[in-house]
């Protein structure tokens, strides 16, 4: 039977069966529709659809597992003993320059991989990236071709194995790369920063253009020659943590050393006073100088600012050190004590008011003079040349400057503050290190000097040190 409502050709006008056929075809072409979105954007893991990205972290999960269980059973052996071992490659940490990757291998860490591969890829010239690193995987691919390699974490130990390794490279090299950054650089230079500190940064540009075939910027080495120095030495802030340490291990190892620390709130380091046993033992005879008059380190500091209560408390723990009954000679003998110039700084003064190679000699000439007839000698020969100079020296206390005006009491006619510069430039490449560094310079540096002065004068003969008696031959006294 037909039905038909109205005119016309219309659907109105179709019989049921017909019209019930078109339906069934607007269904099926929706479905087909459906089927391809679904199957272009999701995939099926059993009989769940979930997003491709879903399924592709499945599905490496599935390769992982299906790989461990390849390589788990026929590969393993017995040794002599009877234990299990496994015959897959472990990378070496010797073959960091030249790394070479086979699927199998085993790694101890993902640092470790992540730096043989930067290193594989700085060797190579190739430019390699990172597209998966999480807690049980990592991946890295090159970016202009197809090279590959994944890697993840065994089942029932804490080895990083390689699952996947695609070992082909068709891509170009590159004159540049990310790897090649400052820390790469203090890394692989680390041995020749240390040999030589003070290396200029053209010098190190030019070792990584020629050993790696890479351009960088002179500020790239400058950073990586201060990242080298700070691997070396460690940093400022470390070292200061660690400086009670230090000084309980001196304490220790040195026993009879002083070791005082002073810190301000909220604690910020201040001071630090260090007076090693050897040189305490040994002040009381060698007064600053040793036997054949050459410096003699007793105690030394390193303080926040040179001023007068810096002084008074370095002073006070040097006269606790220097052993008992020292503070009441102080007490004598200080109140007493004769304060000098240094005529060099003295001098310096003085060429910038009077200049001239003969006033200079006449000065010096008048300052050595041991009496008062050759001190006047002297000095009239420099009025009679510029009678301002003579003026100008002589409105100075004799006293601190004129060696025939000194006291005996002292036995020491030093004219020139030769002690302190000496130390200063002796400790002259330690003072910009950071602080343990530093103390352990200058440590080291005055152990050397009394071990060399030892084994000096352990091979003289007679009863005078050698400088007195080269003094004396120029004297012509026999």
Same mark, same amino acid.
């Given at each position: 039977?037909?039905?038909?409502?109205?005119?016309?050709?219309?659907?109105?006008?179709?019989?049921?069966?017909?019209?019930?056929?078109?339906?069934?075809?607007?269904?099926?072409?929706?479905?087909?529709?459906?089927?391809?979105?679904?199957?272009?954007?999701?995939?099926?893991?059993?009989?769940?659809?979930?997003?491709?990205?879903?399924?592709?972290?499945?599905?490496?999960?599935?390769?992982?597992?299906?790989?461990?269980?390849?390589?788990?059973?026929?590969?393993?052996?017995?040794?002599?003993?009877?234990?299990?071992?496994?015959?897959?490659?472990?990378?070496?940490?010797?073959?960091?320059? /030249?790394?070479?990757?086979?699927?199998?291998?085993?790694?101890?860490?993902?640092?470790?991989?992540?730096?043989?591969?930067?290193?594989?890829?700085?060797?190579? /010239?190739?430019?390699?990236?990172?597209?998966?690193?999480?807690?049980?995987?990592?991946?890295?691919?090159?970016? /202009?071709?197809?090279?590959?390699?994944?890697?993840?974490?065994?089942?029932?130990?804490?080895?990083?194995?390689?699952?996947?390794?695609?070992?082909?490279?068709?891509?170009?090299? =590159?004159?540049?790369?990310?790897?090649?950054?400052?820390?790469?650089?203090?890394?692989?230079?680390?041995?020749?920063?240390?040999?030589?500190?003070?290396?200029?940064?053209?010098?190190? #540009?030019?070792?990584?253009?020629?050993?790696?075939?890479?351009?960088?910027?002179?500020?790239?080495?400058?950073?990586?020659?201060?990242?080298?120095?700070?691997?070396?030495?460690?940093?400022?802030?470390?070292?200061?943590?660690?400086?009670?340490?230090?000084?309980?291990?001196?304490?220790?190892?040195?026993?009879?050393?002083?070791?005082?620390?002073?810190?301000?709130?909220?604690?910020?380091?201040?001071?630090?006073?260090?007076?090693?046993?050897?040189?305490?033992?040994?002040?009381?005879?060698?007064?600053?100088?040793?036997?054949?008059?050459?410096?003699?380190?007793?105690?030394?500091?390193?303080?926040?600012?040179?001023?007068?209560?810096?002084?008074?408390?370095?002073?006070?723990?040097?006269?606790?050190?220097?052993?008992?009954?020292?503070?009441?000679?102080?007490?004598?003998?200080?109140?007493?004590?004769?304060?000098?110039?240094?005529?060099?700084?003295?001098?310096?003064?003085?060429?910038?008011?009077?200049?001239?190679?003969?006033?200079?000699?006449?000065?010096?000439?008048?300052? #050595?003079?041991?009496?008062?007839?050759?001190?006047?000698?002297?000095?009239?020969?420099?009025?009679?040349?510029?009678?301002?100079?003579?003026?100008?020296?002589?409105?100075?206390?004799?006293?601190?400057?004129?060696?025939?005006?000194?006291?005996?009491?002292?036995?020491?006619?030093?004219?020139?503050?030769?002690?302190?510069?000496?130390?200063?430039?002796?400790?002259?490449?330690?003072?910009?290190?950071?602080?343990?560094?530093?103390?352990?310079?200058? #440590?080291? =540096?005055?152990?050397?000097?009394?071990?060399?002065? #030892?084994?000096?004068?352990?091979?003289?003969?007679?009863?005078?040190?050698?400088?007195?008696?080269?003094?004396?031959?120029?004297?012509?006294?026999?």
């Amino acid at each position: 039977m037909t039905k038909s409502i109205g005119k016309g050709n219309g659907s109105l006008n179709k019989p049921d069966k017909e019209i019930y056929e078109t339906d069934n075809d607007v269904a099926l072409d929706d479905n087909n529709e459906f089927d391809v979105n679904l199957q272009s954007n999701f995939g099926r893991v059993g009989n769940t659809y979930l997003p491709k990205d879903f399924v592709a972290a499945a599905c490496e999960e599935d390769s992982d597992t299906k790989f461990e269980k390849e390589l788990d059973s026929p590969y393993y052996s017995s040794d002599e003993e009877g234990e299990r071992r496994r015959k897959f490659p472990e990378f070496c940490m010797s073959d960091l320059d /030249n790394p070479k990757f086979e699927r199998g291998m085993l790694f101890g860490s993902k640092e470790v991989l992540k730096k043989v591969v930067q290193n594989y890829a700085v060797q190579g /010239n190739y430019h390699i990236k990172f597209v998966k690193n999480d807690k049980r995987r990592i991946t890295a691919q090159c970016k /202009n071709c197809t090279w590959k390699i994944h890697a993840s974490f065994m089942q029932l130990e804490k080895t990083l194995q390689i699952k996947t390794f695609i070992d082909k490279h068709i891509c170009h090299r =590159n004159l540049t790369n990310p790897y090649v950054n400052c820390v790469f650089i203090a890394h692989k230079y680390l041995d020749r920063i240390m040999d030589k500190p003070d290396i200029k940064c053209k010098h190190l #540009r030019k070792a990584v253009r020629r050993d790696l075939g890479y351009n960088v910027f002179d500020s790239q080495c400058a950073r990586a020659k201060n990242k080298a120095k700070e691997i070396i030495e460690g940093t400022y802030k470390e070292q200061y943590s660690r400086l009670q340490e230090y000084c309980d291990e001196i304490r220790a190892t040195n026993v009879g050393s002083t070791m005082k620390i002073r810190v301000e709130p909220p604690p910020h380091f201040q001071r630090l006073y260090i007076c090693l046993d050897a040189c305490k033992k040994g002040f009381l005879a060698c007064l600053g100088v040793d036997a054949n008059d050459n410096t003699y380190s007793i105690a030394y500091a390193a303080m926040e600012l040179e001023t007068k209560e810096t002084w008074s408390w370095f002073l006070e723990l040097l006269i606790n050190d220097l052993g008992p009954g020292l503070d009441r000679a102080f007490d004598v003998v200080v109140p007493q004590a004769q304060h000098r110039w240094c005529v060099r700084h003295m001098y310096g003064n003085f060429k910038d008011k009077f200049k001239g190679k003969g006033l200079k000699d006449l000065l010096w000439s008048a300052v #050595r003079a041991s009496n008062r007839y050759e001190f006047e000698v002297e000095m009239n020969k420099l009025k009679d040349m510029n009678g301002a100079a003579y003026d100008w020296l002589m409105s100075k206390d004799l006293d601190k400057w004129a060696r025939h005006r000194f006291s005996t009491a002292p036995k020491c006619d030093m004219l020139l503050n030769n002690l302190c510069e000496t130390f200063n430039s002796y400790i002259l490449t330690a003072r910009d290190k950071p602080i343990l560094t530093m103390l352990e310079m200058i #440590r080291c =540096n005055i152990m050397k000097r009394f071990q060399m002065n #030892r084994e000096t004068m352990s091979k003289h003969k007679g009863s005078f040190a050698q400088r007195f008696k080269r003094s004396w031959r120029r004297l012509n006294i026999s």
